[in-house]
């Protein structure tokens, strides 16, 4: 009997710029990485 997983409602992921939580639905990919907004936008304007 399988271990049921915890329900995803809002599955939280860390920026790999930061390493902030974020709401998955709240952040971006870019370039294979999951970023924060700040962290996006930071990244993005460059
Ligand atoms: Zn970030």
């Known amino acids: 009997m399988k ?3 915890p329900a995803r409602i809002m599955d939280s992921v860390s920026c790999e710029e930061c390493g902030e939580l974020t709401m998955e639905t709240r952040t971006r990919r870019f ?3 999951t970023l ?7 990244i993005e304007q460059r």
């Open 31 to 33: 370039r294979g990485k």
């Open 36 to 42: 924060c907004i700040p962290c996006f936008g930071r």
């Open 3 to 5: 271990m049921p997983r």
